[in-house]
């Protein structure tokens, strides 16, 4: 009898270790994502993936809905490198969605990132004008995002999650 209790009390809590709660992470709950690795215009091309981090727990009614450091794969829709007559730089990168560690997918928006590098067009034209022809091979400014570059998405639905 004794076995039996003991059996049926182990069976009872290893249900109660694996159970799952559910939670709803609204539309609108920001989610604050960092770059993990510098992105260099130069260095991507458009339709690549670009590797970001959630940098803080997403509680929702005291759980933790997303935990940090849950990976985000953000797709690249603009890239082009700094050029002659001084042509700036430009990166676009479009966060759609994120993968919780559970599987299950959460829509996002307002996570697109746009960085240019600095415009020397004008630079590059007078002096071609007035000093020296090899003004016309002046470049504008790359555009690169740092690793750890910090921004924030929303989450575009109401969105249920199980959670440990």
């Known amino acids: 009898m004794k076995k039996l209790f003991v059996c049926f009390v182990l ?19 920001l989610i604050p994502l960092q770059v993990v690795n510098p992105t260099k215009a130069a260095d991507v091309k458009e339709g690549q ?25 953000g797709t690249v829709y ?11 730089g430009r990166l676009g990168i479009k966060i759609n969605e994120l993968i919780t560690p559970n599987g299950e997918m959460v829509p996002l928006m307002n996570g697109d990132i746009y960085v240019t590098g600095k415009n020397r067009t004008a630079l ?5 004008a007035l000093v020296v022809w090899p003004a016309c091979f002046i470049c504008g400014s790359k555009a690169e995002i740092p690793a750890g570059y910090e921004i924030q998405a929303n989450v575009a639905a109401n969105t249920l999650l199980r959670v440990n």
Not at 50 to 59: M, T
Not at 78 to 88: Q, R
């Open 78 to 88: 603009e890239a082009k490198k700094s050029s002659w007559w001084g042509t700036k």
């Open 49 to 73: 993936k670009v590797a970001f981090r959630v940098s803080r727990d997403v509680n929702v009614d005291g759980v933790t809905a997303i935990p940090y450091g849950t990976t985000v794969n």
């Open 124 to 128: 590059s034209v007078v002096l071609f």
């Open 11 to 29: 069976c009872m809590m290893s249900l109660t270790t694996f159970a799952q709660k559910e939670v709803t992470v609204k539309a609108g709950t």
